[in-house]
């Protein structure tokens, strides 16, 4: 394994690969930047010119690309609050608040460098886990993979804190959301009102923009101030060095974090977004400061980025195990499998090992090379969030009629991205979380696929299940958890005097 790790590396190296590997970097970190086109979607446009590529030339562009765009997504989420992809969702709702404190630099450097961090864990745990991939996956059917759904649910109706009932009552408007378009079992429309579009459901993609992107620049456009509200960039850029320090200081959160990530990124069929809201909703409930999430913790934004990477690494594991794409993007990588002629799964592991180990190369080096550029870049980016709104506002409308409409080349996806604003700016002038609404969306189809699939197959036999068992211990934990320190914090807190009593 040693050999074929240098044999990979050697190969990346060579200069036909590391210049595709640039290449797609740079393509990569434009795409992350504009919202909604998506890692997926670029991978898939950028297949075709991989017919003619050997495998390590077409696997350094395309992963090249891939795993750059979670890494620059995180730019336009802390500074504009307008989510790069779907997947930085969850570092919009503490990195924008510092960006509108002046902290966008500190906020960058910390979830820039956590995002390398991720990256390097995710890639070190796909390397280790090559001899043990088969039975680990294996091990999970439609039962575990319900677990984990509602698992993820009830991470993020905790992250309400304080508002759990409205937190509870966005997830069930979430779920009435996402049950919207034809049944899956039976192929009968639900509440599409005869809307041909809705027969699909409602796209995550204009939904994610419109709800956090759309609303933060409205509200830019409402209070025609700049995004931050100091009046040096001093502040700001001075922070850069204080985000990196951060990420040093919560270490264990950055293993933490990427652990997830990479184990929620293994799980076929999950995505991105529930390991990025499952790592921020640990973060959370392991804080000092859990009051503080949402409103601008720095802990919210190492969390965020350092899931991002780590997921990638993780969904190509089942990915080069045996076939089994972890995401959207795995899934269309798995088409440049067939192109260059390679098989998941044996091959893979054994004959091709080298080639194995240069996708691993690539995820860590293209990493690297993105987070350098954008330490470059920081300066004048977050020289940005000083301009004048009035000024920010046509630009930033344009980017999100973009992102929404690129996601499927339909009109209906930008008024629904309109429409997801509204709900957005209402929640934040009536203090309703936006994040279980979403998460809710996302979790809704697969929580329902895979319980009529665990029912269909077992009964209700699947209930005992061992791994069933643990994951809702793990759910038992999220919820007692929030309740049991706030009990500890009402003790603690001083009572009245015996004068006072008088």
């Known amino acids: 394994m040693l050999t074929d790790a240098l044999n ?22 434009v795409v992350g930047i504009l919202p909604g086109l998506g890692g997926a979607v670029t ?31 995180d730019i336009t989420s802390v500074l504009f609050g307008v989510p790069g992809e779907a997947t930085s969702a969850a570092t919009v709702l503490d990195g924008h608040p510092m960006a509108k404190r002046g902290e966008g630099g500190r906020a960058l450097g910390a979830v820039l460098l956590s995002s390398a961090l991720g990256a390097v864990f995710g890639a070190l745990v796909l390397a280790l886990s090559i001899p043990i991939i088969r039975p680990v996956v294996l091990a999970f059917g439609p039962p575990e993979f319900f677990a984990l759904t509602v698992l993820g649910l009830t991470f993020v109706v905790a992250l309400s804190g304080g508002r759990l009932l409205k937190g509870f009552v966005m997830a069930c408007l979430g779920l009435l959301v996402a049950l919207v378009g034809l049944d899956p079992q039976e192929g009968v429309p639900r509440y599409t009102f005869d809307l041909l579009y809705l027969w699909d459901g409602i796209g995550i993609v204009p939904l994610v923009v419109g709800l956090f992107g759309g609303a933060e620049v409205l509200q830019i456009m409402l209070s025609r101030r700049s995004i931050a509200r100091t009046d040096s960039t001093e502040a700001s850029l001075a922070g850069i060095g204080q985000g990196v320090r951060d990420v040093f200081r919560h270490w264990p959160l950055v293993i933490r974090s990427s652990a997830i990530g990479t184990g929620v990124g293994i799980v076929p069929g999950l995505g991105g977004t529930v390991a990025q809201f499952m790592a921020y909703g640990a973060a959370q409930q392991s804080s000092k400061n859990p009051e503080m999430f949402g409103k601008g913790s720095i802990e919210g934004v190492i969390a965020a980025g350092a899931v991002n990477n780590a997921k990638d690494s ?106 997801a604003a509204a709900v957005g700016v209402m929640c934040i002038r009536y203090d309703w979380p936006r994040v279980p609404f979403l998460l809710a969306v996302v979790l809704g189809s697969l929580a329902e696929r895979y319980l009529f699939l665990s029912h269909s ?30 009990l500890r914090a009402r003790q603690r807190a001083p009572g009245p005097t015996s004068e006072e009593t008088v």
């Open 8 to 29: 990979g590396l050697m190969a990346v190296f060579q200069p036909v690969p590391l210049m595709l590997m640039l290449l797609g970097v740079a393509i990569g970190f």
């Open 43 to 73: 991978l898939a446009l950028m297949l075709p010119f991989t017919f003619d590529m050997q495998p390590v030339e077409a696997f350094a562009f395309l992963l090249g690309m891939w795993v750059v765009t979670s890494t620059t997504g």
């Open 314 to 419: 993780g969904s190509l594991i089942p990915t080069i195990g045996f076939g089994i794409p972890g995401g959207a993007g795995s899934a269309v990588l798995l088409s440049a499998f067939l192109i260059v002629g390679l098989n998941p799964g044996k091959e893979m592991l054994t004959t091709s090992l080298d080639v194995t180990f240069s996708m691993i190369w690539v995820t860590v080096l293209a990493n690297a090379v993105a987070v350098v550029a954008a330490f470059l870049l920081l300066k004048p980016l977050t020289r940005l969030t000083f301009v004048s709104g009035p000024l920010l506002v046509p630009f930033l409308l344009l980017l999100l009629a973009l992102g929404a409409y690129t996601s499927s080349n339909s009109f209906s996806d930008v008024l629904v991205m309109i429409g």
């Open 457 to 486: 197959l077992f009964g209700w036999t699947w209930l005992t299940r061992p791994i069933v068992l643990v994951i809702a211990a793990a759910m038992a934990v999220a919820i007692l958890l929030p309740t049991i320190r706030r």
